[in-house]
């Protein structure tokens, strides 16, 4: 399971940096070339990755062509947004370090900051 | 003739009197992880003098002791006291509280299976978007601004933004981690689980809002003292800072403003934990607080 996961990633970390539509034998030989895997699990885990939705195909010949659906930078934005919480209802799902808050309070922090003479870094 | 009146004046101070009162009262702040105690103990007091209650309603006739005794047979307690008659208003007295104590487990359930499942999926994708950093033990993902957060549980994940590592300095960094480690090594998610399962059965109750609002707060807090452990307090302040502000821009969806600016405070300010006599007799009152109920329901001016 764990396994799986790593292999997931590696595959769409080689899609994400190549940047444009790759069959699944490219994938495997450039795995290759750091330790073996077999054609079969790669096709299998680039099929699970599709179906999950993180990467689009389209064919090829015979072959599929597979892109990432979203690049890197937006999922991990989307990602980010999420964990940081700008949806209430889930407070206890995830747990991040300070909340939204308005330029008013950040003002309010500053302010807090300097009146024990501190100095807040730029 | 029985102890309903009593109990419902209880529940209404424990439930409504009591809250505002601990939020105004500055102990909790100074011992962050016993102020979440004495709130869960406060919602287990709660609970306990509703389902009493619910039992003295349902047999009006006899004094609740009997149906308590009842109830601690049922659990395989003998008092000694003769065995109650199994007749149909024992059964309620039975059934009564343990729908109330029913409906609690299960509400704490659905939260945390709910929980779960959101950070599963969330987890799932930080694997393969981000890039586990073994130095920092955290999983890094490019996002323009500092920021940071946690993913609790058995397989938890701490999420830290590329900015915050470009910005903050390793000090600053370091006391971040060690603020959402904390989290993690607490099993804070399990205290707010009980509290938001609390606040889902009773959610207009002031003790349920309040408690859920002041539960977050306190295990922010108890994780900002467990980062204070290791670094000078103007490098955990001055790091929150940078972070608030680098969010600011989207203040628009402020929530729960202000809870930051407690912190700072408390941080910048320190005024330690009170005397250990102190936190003692708070402790010995959180742990008094939940069985209450039963002295109220059982006391014999009330019989």
Redesign the interface.
Known sequence: MRRL?HL??EI?DRLWTWDRPSTVRQIVDDINETRPVAYTTVMTVTNILFTKG?LLRERQGRAWLYTPARS??A???A??E?????S?D??????????????E??D???K??RS?G?R??P | MNAVPALTGYAAVVGVVVPPLLVRSAWPHRIPVLGAVVWHALALSFSVAVALAAVGLAVPTEHLHAGLVGVLHYCGLHLGTGRPDPGTADRLAIALPSAVFAVLAASFTC?LV??RR??DR?R???????RHSARLRATV???DRP??????GRRPRI?I?DAALREL?PEQLDA?LE??RA?VAGR??LV??AM?AFHSVFRRLPLARLGREQT?LL?EMAADDRALRGHPH?VL??A??????A??P??A?????????VR??RI??PRGAPHPAVSGAIAAVATVVPVLPLLVACSPGLG
Request: aromatic share 6%.
């Open positions: 996961g997931e990633a769409m993180w890197r930078e999922y991990a934005a990602l980010m999420d964990g940081l919480g700008t209430r889930r407070p206890a799902a995830l747990m991040h370090f300070v909340e939204n808050m308005t330029p309070e950040i309010a922090l500053h807090a900051l024990v501190r807040a870094e | 939260h709910r929980a959101l950070r969330h799932e994708a930080v694997d393969l978007v981000g993902l490019p996002y920021a940071a957060y946690c993913l609790p999420v933004s300095s971040v603020h959402e989290h804070h998610h707010l689980a938001e977050a295990m103007e302040a001055t929150m800072y940078e972070m608030a502000a969010r600011a989207r203040g969806l402020a929530v729960g403003g202000g809870t930051v600016a700072m405070k910048l300010v």
